[in-house]
């Protein structure tokens, strides 16, 4: 998953991306208001996680500023601010929930996987495909009950299609969530993880595809197999 925090106390950013780092998500920090809203404009996150107080923007602003530029990305607002107007207000401007520091990061990162699962219209942490299971909390994933060693790259790429699944993703798409637009290599590397990634879960004893259709021209796709038609003679 890949996060965009937006928080102007260094310590506390530190903190939070410590947590981020520790719970496997890729992440970019914002100190000001109008610094997030580029990063929103430029790249795709999974969830936004926004400070009220910030040096340039009311975090209010900034979330009103995100709904009119029409981002939907979830957005979990941090605030050391427990007065129940302040949470309505929040609420009122597009949040998506609140949470007031200090805070336990077990709760915090419980949150942060429940809004991006509700977003993509998922109920449960784990989403199957097929023979194919992936815990979204515990960051692990199953052919049939078997353990499945990914590395984090092809973990990042299988979670990606999970959470849109059905949807058709481009290349474009994965190596700006792989990569952030930073030190970004070619866009074959996408099908080189694919090919990989396909091969483990297949000699785990997902279909030869590992349940990914390529979708020519323009990406891949996590969708159930197709049961096999029987011929009548």
Known sequence: ??????????????????????????????????TALEYARTYEFDVVMLDLTLPDLHGHEVLKRLRMLRINTPVL?????SETGTKVTGFGAGADDYVTK????????????????????HAQSVIVTGP???????RTVEVDGRRVGLT?????ILEMLSL?????????????????GRDEPE?????????????????AGAPASGCIETVWGRGY?????????????
């Open 102 to 121: 200090p805070f336990d990061k077990s709760e915090l990162m419980a949150r942060i996987h429940a809004l991006v699962r509700r977003s993509q219209g």
């Open 1 to 34: 998953m890949r996060v965009l925090l937006i928080e102007d106390d260094r310590a506390m950013a530190r903190s939070v991306e410590l947590m981020l780092d520790e719970a496997g998500f890729e992440h970019e920090t914002a100190g000001t208001g109008e």
């Open 132 to 138: 194919v299971a992936i815990d979204l909390a515990a």
């Open 221 to 233: 796709s996590l969708r159930d197999p197709q049961p096999e038609r029987l011929e009548v003679a």
């Open 187 to 203: 866009l074959k590397i996408i099908d080189v993880f694919i090919c990989k990634l396909r091969k483990k879960l297949f000699l």
């Open 164 to 180: 849109r699944k059905g949807m058709t993703l481009t290349k474009e798409m994965f190596l700006t969530h792989l990569y952030g």
């Open 77 to 81: 607002i941090l605030s050391g601010d």
């Open 152 to 156: 984090g790259k092809e973990y990042a």
